[in-house]
Structures are given as C-alpha cells and as structure tokens.
C-alpha cells in the first residue's frame, strides 16, 4: 500500500498563503487533495496527474479553488505541492492528499473508493 505524508499545514490569516507537500512512496496515475473541516465530509480541491507521459501534470480544481489554489508535480519521484493563496476562513479544515481517483483518462475529485490516504495536515485560517 502507498505510504503517503503530508506537511505544511499551520495558521494564517485571512488572504495569507501556505504551501502544503505530499511525499508518496510511489506516484501512480492520480494524486488528489482534499479538504475536511469539522463535522464535514472530505471535499476534493485539486488533483493531478503524476504518472510518466504526455498527461504529467494535468491537473483538476474545485469550483471555489481554482484561481486560488496551484497544485503541482515537477518529476515523478518528486513530492506534490499544493500552494494555497488568497486564503478564506472556509479554507481551513484537515488537508489529505489521497492517490487514486483516475476515471476516463481524467483524475477527479470524488472521495472514490481506490483511494489511499495518508493523516492528513491542519490548515487553520482567521479571518
């Protein structure tokens, strides 16, 4: 099973940024994040394709994330990053970064069942 960590998580005030990093043990096909704030179900923000060829680095976003949010994979073995810009108070929750998701060539952002997930960080924005 992948083994997944993920970093970078802390507290920022409303319009700050952070970068969060995801270090996998393997990168295959999809890498998603997702978003989880309290006593919400885990919400898809971003993903992207981390798998050898021509679709490297195509990447996917939530509606509220996209303009906001960059999520990014220089090379295959290389972690995945997430920066987060603009930051609003709804930002904030624990961020997981699943592998899994691919369907129809595309990699989405439903909390499938293939996933694997990791422990996931803490974004907390003041506003």
């Known amino acids: 099973q992948v083994q997944l960590v993920q970093s970078g998580g802390g507290s920022v005030e409303a319009g700050g940024s952070l970068r969060l990093t995801c270090e996998a043990d393997?990168?295959?096909?999809?890498l998603g994040w997702f978003r989880q704030a309290t006593g919400k179900e885990r919400e898809g923000v971003a993903s992207i394709y981390t798998s050898r060829g021509p679709s490297h680095g195509t990447t996917n976003y939530g509606a509220s994330e996209k303009g906001r949010f960059t999520v990014s994979h220089d090379k295959v073995k290389s972690p995945v990053y997430l920066q987060l810009g603009n930051l609003e108070h709804d930002d904030t929750g624990m961020y997981f970064c699943?592998?899994?998701?691919?369907?129809?060539?595309?990699?989405?952002?439903?909390?499938?069942?293939?996933?694997?997930w990791g422990r996931g960080t803490q974004v907390t924005v003041s506003s």
């Open positions: 393997q990168y295959n096909y999809c």
């Open positions: 699943p592998t899994g998701g691919l369907l129809n060539g595309s990699c989405g952002l439903r909390a499938t069942q293939d996933r694997t």
